[in-house]
């Protein structure tokens, strides 16, 4: 069993940026590929971007391409996603998640663990 703890979300103005982190309890962290998820108000629950075991492969939405960064610290079993120029479209409850292989996936189904979700609010 993996626990993801999200922390990071907040109040932002458009345009502006937030770092989320989101730390695992695995004690193979290494055997994870990471991803970020994230759902607005009565929509469904959206890819964002993921990460390999080994931070040398990722991938991204579309619609947060060239804005959003995902990285990881094996040493400190955590990820990260770096949010740059957020517009109102960000405004979610955004999810960590781990796959128990090791490549990265935009695909929800294949998300082994998740976590409780941190609040991203842009103001306009």
């Known amino acids: 069993q993996v626990q993801l703890v999200e922390s990071g979300g907040g109040l932002v103005q458009a345009g502006g940026s937030l770092r989320l982190s989101c730390v695992a309890s695995a004690r193979t962290f290494l055997d994870y590929a990471m991803g970020w998820f994230r759902q607005a108000p009565g929509k469904e629950r959206e890819f964002v971007a993921a990460i390999n075991w080994s931070g040398g492969s990722t991938a991204y939405a579309d619609s947060v391409k060239g804005r959003f960064t995902v990285s990881r610290d094996n040493g400190k079993n955590t990820v990260y996603l770096q949010m740059n120029s957020l517009n109102s479209q960000d405004t979610a409850v955004y999810y960590c998640?781990?796959?128990?292989?090791?490549?990265?996936?935009?695909?929800?189904?294949?998300?082994?663990?998740w976590g409780q979700g941190t609040q991203v609010t842009v103001s306009s």
């Open positions: 998640a781990a796959r128990r292989w090791t490549s990265a996936v935009a695909v929800r189904d294949k998300y082994d663990y």
